[in-house]
């Protein structure tokens, strides 16, 4: 069995009185395209930000790298290696494309406010140079060097969906989240995206959990796929596998259990 980079264990979240996740438990092994599927309101979100650390589960633990990050802050899981795209945007509108992607490798700086008054005589301006070379290789994976200057908020939807995703490569990550990165997008912008994931994956070896509601993408490049329905995991398997459960079938899709039968007589 291949070595899991990530290990969910019984994690449980409620808001008040609403339960967003309820025990789930799961792992997702190191180099793969995990995908969480499941109707509006099943929890996905909320099990991105638990994982992140933009929430903090009621109870329950997360494992990056063998290490438990169940406390850890957002930036502090960023600095182990974990990256983050958000449903909606979270671009600074008024930046250009390179900048918001130049503040992707922020946490990486060694050099500071004290460091910075003697930036020529210090390492601060080759760790910049260094950087910045980074950046635009990231530019370049991405076929957004036309628009490296612009400014983000200008951008067509499709466009700053792609300069978010460049943020979370900046950042070097082992496991990147990705949060819808194909809503709003048309048939060849999806297209694009597919093929920028797979990429990262294989080109890069960078893990990829991916919340997606397109079951055509989602069927053709994840390795895993995980469904929550209410907060509660229903099935994780192959793509095929869960596809074919009759619970996903009920829950996700809607089908009735005579139709279900049916298509199991036929």
């Known amino acids: 069995m291949a070595e899991s980079i990530l290990k969910v264990e019984k994690i449980s979240l409620a808001f008040g009185g609403v339960k967003a996740l309820t025990d789930v438990s799961f792992e997702v092994e190191k180099g793969s395209i995990f995908s969480i599927i499941g109707p509006n309101g099943a ?8 994982i992140s650390g933009r929430y903090q589960p009621n109870s329950g633990d997360i494992y990056f790298n063998q290490k438990n990050v169940t406390n850890l802050r957002p930036n502090d ?4 290696g974990m990256g983050r ?3 909606n945007l979270a671009l600074f509108g008024h930046m250009t494309v390179l900048d918001n ?14 460091t910075g008054p003697i930036y020529w005589a210090s390492n601060a301006q080759k760790e910049e140079l260094e950087h910045r070379r980074h950046v635009e290789d990231v530019i370049d994976f991405l076929e957004i060097s036309p628009i490296r200057k612009s400014i983000a908020g200008t951008l067509s939807y499709g466009l700053r969906k792609r300069v978010e995703l460049a943020r979370a490569i900046a950042l070097k990550p082992d496991l990147i989240l990705l949060d819808e990165p194909m809503a709003g997008m048309n048939l060849e912008e999806k297209e694009d995206m597919a093929r920028y ?8 070896g960078i893990t990829v959990i991916m919340i997606e509601h397109d079951m055509s993408v989602v069927m053709d490049i994840s390795h895993k796929v995980m469904v929550l329905d209410f907060g509660k995991k229903l099935i994780t398997g192959l793509p095929d596998e869960v596809m074919a459960d009759p619970h996903v079938k009920r829950a996700y899709l809607g089908i ?3 139709e279900i039968d049916a298509q199991e007589a036929s």
């Open 101 to 114: 992607i130049m503040v992707g490798r922020h946490h990486l700086l060694k050099n500071n406010w004290l």
């Open 256 to 258: 009735e259990d005579d």
């Open 85 to 87: 795209t958000f449903q």
């Open 77 to 80: 899981r960023a600095d182990l």
């Open 197 to 204: 994931i797979l990429d990262l994956n294989e080109a890069y």
């Open 43 to 50: 929890g996905k979100t909320s099990m991105l930000n638990c």
